[in-house]
T-cell receptor, first 115, second 109 residues
Framework: IAGITQAPTSQILAAGRRMTLRCTQD?????MYWYRQDLGLGLRLIHY???????GKGEVPDGYSVSRANTDDFPLTLASAVPSQTSVYFC??????????????FGPGTRLTVL | GQNIDQPTEMTATEGAIVQINCTYQ??????LFWYQQHAGEAPTFLSY????GLEEKGRFSSFLSRSKGYSYLLLKELQMKDSASYLC??????????FGAGTTVTVRA
């Protein structure tokens, strides 16, 4: 693994189903993020984690939950999917303790369609 | 919260220069980022400004004026591979990024 990986690449899901999007990074970054990207709206922050064991809500958290059991993994769960959750989901990470630019690195994305 | 505005689309000719403007209103400021995103791919980091002035990185330069809430990304000697979306993002005092909707740049031969 190099950088950030996400799984699945794409998924079609029936409304009401539960779905977990997976995200793993091997850069030992302390901070991780989940965004959704919709046409005309840009990237919007769903949830974030500043360090393992802690999570926080972003701009659009409703209908989503996250956990951060360790440094590397940051799964995003849709408990009961709805069509408005159709989007492209990006996971990102950054090393906020570096004292430098601390730019975020993005995974390849998961394209989710809820019917 | 943040309010970030950038043009939706721009078109330019190969070899030319294009300037993408970004204005923002922020409740806290901890740096401004520009990302490039090709269609169907992940955003990748281009540049970072936290102090006023110009940062140059090869064919790409980024400018920041904190007092005006304004930044621009300058792309010089445009190449076909520069056709992409360019995302302006502001980092707030809590170290969270807010993104503009992105500017799609089309480079024509």
């Amino acid at each position: 693994i190099a950088g950030i990986t996400q799984a699945p690449t794409s998924q079609i899901l029936a409304a009401g189903r539960r779905m977990t999007l997976r995200c793993t990074q091997d850069m030992r970054h302390n901070a991780m993020y989940w965004y959704r990207q919709d046409l005309g709206l840009g990237l919007r922050l769903i949830h974030y984690s500043n360090t393992a064991g802690t999570t926080g809500k972003g701009e659009v958290p409703d209908g989503y939950s996250v956990s951060r059991a360790n440094t590397d993994d940051f799964p995003l769960t849709l408990a009961s999917a709805v069509p408005s959750q159709t989007s492209v989901y990006f996971c990102a990470s950054s090393d906020e303790a570096s004292g430098g630019v601390d730019e975020q690195f993005f995974g390849p994305g998961t394209r989710l369609t809820v019917l | 919260g943040q309010n970030i505005d950038q043009p939706t689309e721009m078109t330019a000719t190969e070899g030319a220069i294009v300037q993408i403007n970004c204005t923002y209103q922020t409740s806290g400021f901890n740096g401004l980022f520009w990302y490039q995103q090709h269609a169907g791919e992940a955003p990748t980091f281009l540049s970072y400004n936290v102090l006023d002035g110009l940062e140059e990185k090869g064919r790409f330069s980024s400018f920041l004026s904190r007092s005006k809430g304004y930044s621009y990304l300058l792309l010089k000697e445009l190449q076909m591979k520069d056709s992409a979306s360019y995302l302006c993002a502001v980092r707030d005092g809590d170290y969270k990024l807010s993104f503009g909707a992105g500017t799609t740049v089309t480079v024509r031969a």
